[in-house]
């Protein structure tokens, strides 16, 4: 069990460029998920995949934000023109169906804009 | 999802047990109640989980009520490591894989 692994930990970029997370999960997880995390607050759900479908992208923050999984494996998620507000901690999780009732977290990705 | 309540934070000297209540009066029957930790700049990790019944595992114990309305996490020898935020959230079906949603939690404090 490798864990969820998440790249890059860190990221300081300038406000109007693209940035884009990557997520490995958990082999044979096939559900993904992302949170947003801001400073204070608990994770804030954003969306998930199952397999190579996304189920559930209704809270994504805007219309910037875009996550995809082609293959069912990895899942990147990328932020158009960036803000300061999107200055955040993104989390990535997994889980499988039958597999236990746990959901894995990765360490996050921090973005910083500047 | 039901809400949960609980204290923003809370103390706790090392060696002692920490008792981490929460409240989650409109639970629905088919709901379990998670617990969850995220020690500073890291991931949420996996605490303990339960429907009715109490339950214990290697980290901490879970208290339910008789009415599934409140629970307790209890750490029952604190160590520093164990300064955290600590999250209580309730849950449908656990095979459903809905996502977790998660509130503000109680920070805990563990002095030595």
């Known amino acids: 069990d490798t864990g969820v692994s998440q790249d890059p930990r860190h990221k300081i970029t300038k406000r109007g460029q693209n940035v884009t997370f990557r997520c490995d999960p958990i082999?044979?997880?096939?559900?993904l998920y992302w949170y947003r995390q801001t400073l204070g607050q608990g994770p804030e759900f954003l969306t998930y995949f199952q397999n190579e479908a996304q189920l559930e992208k209704s809270r994504l923050l805007s219309d910037r934000f875009s996550a995809e999984r082609p293959k069912g494996s990895f899942s990147t998620l990328e932020i158009q023109r960036t803000e300061q507000g999107d200055s955040a901690m993104y989390l990535c999780?997994?889980?499988?169906?039958?597999?236990?009732?746990?959901?894995?977290f990765g360490e996050g990705s921090w973005l910083t804009v500047v | 999802d039901a809400k949960t309540t609980q204290p923003p934070s809370m103390d706790c000297a090392e060696g002692r047990a920490a008792n981490l209540p929460c409240n989650h009066s409109t639970i629905s029957g088919n709901e379990y109640v998670y617990w969850y930790r995220q020690i500073h700049s890291q991931g949420p990790q996996y605490i303990i989980h339960g429907l009715k019944n109490n339950e214990t595992n290697e980290m901490a114990s879970l208290i339910i009520t008789e009415d599934r309305k409140s629970s307790t996490l209890i750490l029952p020898h604190a160590t520093l490591r164990d300064t955290a935020v600590y999250y209580c959230i309730v849950r449908l079906n656990s095979n459903s894989g809905y996502a977790l949603n998660f509130g503000k939690g109680t920070s805990l404090l563990v002095t030595p």
């Open positions: 082999s044979e997880h096939n559900r």
């Open positions: 999780a997994s889980w499988r169906p039958g597999g236990g009732n746990t959901i894995y």
